[in-house]
């Protein structure tokens, strides 16, 4: 059975669209359960359900019959969200009977909903003439398969629009456009361009071209040269393989062969989509047919299929030249946009990125921020293989995306980017005035970075220093550990950039998602693991390096604040700062003239926040790591988009935690910093001054807003809305408030689009 549904949802996910989509359900769903129909209901705009897909039941039903809200057992299923399993449904007094349907002669009943993101979109039906209930396992697997399906339905629906769009010049999408997750706030417009990792054919997507002899060039240049490669590793290998496994190349060469293989690719090169998306149209077709072949031995040959289009797509790819044909506001999307990706891209031509996966604090949006770029995360129903090409909005704010939307909301947006523009103007006149509050008191604005490239329009945002500098980079870019002179000429330059204003250097924080390739570390839970400082002490060598070259680096400067990661007791504080005290005496016998810098310790575990009293009397300052603080005080994994929306840093929980940190730090006169994401955060900023908060570090984006914020409050109003959200006790509520109090301030163009 579990072999049976993974071929089905696989060939659900590889529809074309919404038509295609739900006829292969139906169909298979039927075969499966052995009944005499199965339909498919679809939620629709005014909130009743339209028969979209039947077997079984009448064709010219589909498309016109249509159930209000409330109306019949497709609504019942609905409301309850859970199955509804009937002997006879002729019998129920919901059941509504349609004439042009002929189902009167089925009694048997079983309807499921079909919920995704906790909405009811549709309801999966079987009905059989006999009259009695379905057995357990029945509804149990009709349950399985509408929540394996739920996504697969909607990204088809959304596919199959764009699709029809194309195909009719009509905007179909205006008045619902695709979600996700608000990732860097701004709006951005542009043509949309997909990029996709090396050799993954599912990830290709389609894109038109003019020139199609030279891309049938291009297909037959890939195949010779994979007929080659065969024909070396054939003979390379000859006499090393028994003659079975060798006959495996024999066979790549006869699909090679195959003109169902080749004629299909190149009739879809002629057709104007180009040779990879044609190419990864057949192959996906023809792995199909062999998963479903009854034979297990056949099965598996569907694996030797996609390896050899995948062999096909390199050579594909390493002959397409490098893209450098970007359009002036180009909108980058992707599966999953990564930070090595944006990197590669050229900054001076990227307006927005769209990310399928990920979540508001994944590190590509963290950079997207500090680069300005309007983002959106965990678009999870946005048809990637469909929309290269296509014009699109990017709104951060809300985290919704516009597929060839009309020119009314063209128009719109177009007026809320002039909006924006006009307000970013206004901001960056407030670089050369003090960041206080209405009544004086002083907020101090860092900013935290990683690359020695941000120097530059780090120190052109007026930000007070760096309080938070990423020392993990540096090792990331390398093949091995940088060494003690290398990590002092980096920190040098750092240090030096705001001398002598105060510079916070993270010692090395790797494991959970930022792995070195020379260092790596495999692991079943990595963000519960073996990461951070828990790294660096195993590792004293490591940390003895940094630390001198950190202690040297500052050497006249005396700018220095060392900031130790991932503390959870206080015995790694302890073994900690030893090793610091043996670094800096080392230094001393020789002969170095250093400064003792001042020690600080990061909050990001629940243990942490604990025995943050006994953390102050230690060093000399606490930082909150707001990021890691909210994913463990949550148990939210925030690089997890199915998870995302519970992952926000203004839950009450979060709050408190913060409340009890700065208050035992206090005890000690010990100040506390913020440096995660929640520091760049218009509406949490409130809070944070509130609390007493004096030092805040975030994205050199993020710096002008924030300071807009604090010059348009008073101390005493921020520690007033403080104490009425210390009594909230749910997420949506503060968030709703804070935005409020924002607008109320005239301060709602930096939680929306606008002014």
Not at 91 to 104: C, D, I, L, S
Not at 260 to 269: A, F, L, M, P, V
Request: with cysteine; charged share 25%.
């Amino acid at each position: 059975m579990l072999e049976t549904l993974r071929r089905l949802v696989q060939e659900v996910n590889q529809a074309r669209n919404l038509d295609q989509a739900l006829s292969i359900i139906v169909h298979s769903v039927k075969a499966i359960m052995n009944v005499a129909v199965c339909s498919v209901y679809l939620r629709d705009s005014n909130n009743g359900f339209l028969l979209m897909a039947t077997d079984g039941l009448e064709e010219r039903a589909v498309g016109k019959v249509r159930l209000q809200e409330g109306e019949g057992l497709i609504s019942l299923v609905a409301k309850r969200a859970e199955p509804v399993n009937l002997r006879s449904a002729l019998a129920h007094p919901k059941y509504h009977y349609f004439p042009e349907t002929g189902e009167e002669s089925y009694h048997a009943f079983l309807g499921v909903p079909i919920i995704h993101h906790r909405n009811v979109v549709g309801v999966l039906v079987v009905q059989d003439h006999v009259a009695q209930s379905f057995n357990e396992e029945s509804e149990t697997f009709m349950i399985t398969v509408a929540a394996q399906l739920a996504g697969a339905i909607a990204h088809a629906e959304i596919s199959g629009d764009l699709e029809e769009q194309h195909k009719t010049e009509k905007t179909m999408l205006d008045s619902r456009p695709i979600s996700g997750l608000p990732g860097a706030a701004g709006v951005a417009m542009g043509i949309a361009r997909v990029v996709y990792p090396l050799a993954d054919i599912s990830a290709v997507p389609d894109r038109q071209i003019t020139d199609i002899p030279a891309e049938l060039e291009r297909f037959e240049k890939a195949l010779a040269a994979v007929r080659q490669e065969l024909r070396i590793m054939s003979q390379r290998l000859e006499d090393k393989l028994p003659a079975q496994e060798h006959a495996l190349f024999d066979a790549y060469l006869l699909m090679l062969e195959s003109d169902s293989i080749t004629d299909g690719i190149r009739n879809g090169i002629k057709k104007g989509n180009w040779a990879a998306a044609a190419l990864r149209d057949v192959i996906q077709e023809h792995e199909q047919i062999f998963r479903d072949m009854d034979d297990s031995y056949m099965r598996e040959r569907g694996d030797d299929v996609r390896d050899l289009g995948r062999r096909i797509l390199m050579h594909l790819q390493q002959d397409t030249p490098a893209d450098t044909d970007f359009s002036e506001n180009t909108i980058l999307i992707s599966e999953e946009v990564t930070p090595s990706m944006l990197a590669d891209m050229p900054m001076d031509k990227i307006s927005g990125v769209i990310s399928v996966r990920g979540s508001r604090t994944s590190h590509v949006a963290i950079l997207a921020r500090a680069l300005g770029l309007p983002t959106v995360m965990g678009a999870a129903d946005l048809p990637v293989r469909h929309i290269d090409g296509r014009e699109v909005i990017v709104d951060g704010y809300s985290g919704r995306v516009y597929v060839s939307p009309s020119e009314t909301v063209c128009r719109e947006y177009r007026q809320l980017l002039t909006q924006e523009q006009e307000l970013s103007e206004e901001l960056q006149g407030l670089r050369g005035l003090p960041s206080e509050t209405l009544d004086g008191e002083k907020i101090h604005l860092y900013v935290n970075t990683g690359l020695l490239a941000d120097m530059s329009p780090t120190q052109e945002s007026g930000a007070e220093g760096i309080g938070l500098y990423r020392t993990e980079f540096p090792f990331m870019i390398r093949q091995r550990f940088p060494g003690e002179e290398e990590q002092r000429a980096i920190y040098r330059q750092v240090l030096g950039s705001f001398a002598p204003d105060p510079v916070v250097l993270r010692t090395l924080d790797v494991g959970g998602d930022k792995s070195l390739p020379y260092f790596p570390i495999e692991e079943e839970n990595p963000f519960l693991g073996w990461r951070g400082i828990r790294i660096t002490l195993d590792h004293p060598e490591i940390f003895l390096v940094q630390i001198r070259a950190m202690l040297r680096a500052s050497i006249g400067l005396n700018n220095l604040n060392i900031l130790l990661p991932m503390i959870s007791d206080i015995s790694e504080l302890t073994d900690s700062l030893n090793l610091i005290h043996q670094a800096y005496g080392e230094l001393l016998e020789e002969g170095e003239k250093i400064e003792m810098p001042r020690i600080g310790v990061m909050i990001e575990v629940p243990s942490a926040v604990y025995q943050a009293g006994s953390l102050a009397r230690r060093v000399d300052y606490l930082s909150i790591g707001t990021n890691d603080l909210t994913q463990y005080l949550l148990a939210v994994d925030r690089n997890n988009a199915r998870v995302a929306e519970l992952y926000d840093s203004l839950h009450p929980a979060v709050i408190r935690a913060m409340m009890q940190v700065v208050e035992s730090a206090r005890v000690y006169d010990k100040p506390v910093s913020v440096c995660g994401e929640m520091a760049g955060d218009p509406a949490a900023a409130i809070l944070l001054v509130g609390m007493g908060i004096e030092s805040l570090s975030m994205s050199v984006a993020s710096l002008p807003q924030i300071k807009w914020v604090v010059r348009n409050l008073s101390s005493e109003r921020a520690n007033e809305i403080l104490s009425a959200v210390l009594v909230m006790e749910d997420v949506h509520s503060i968030r709703a408030y804070l935005h409020a109090q924002l607008e109320e301030a005239g301060l709602g163009g930096l939680i929306r689009a606008g002014k």
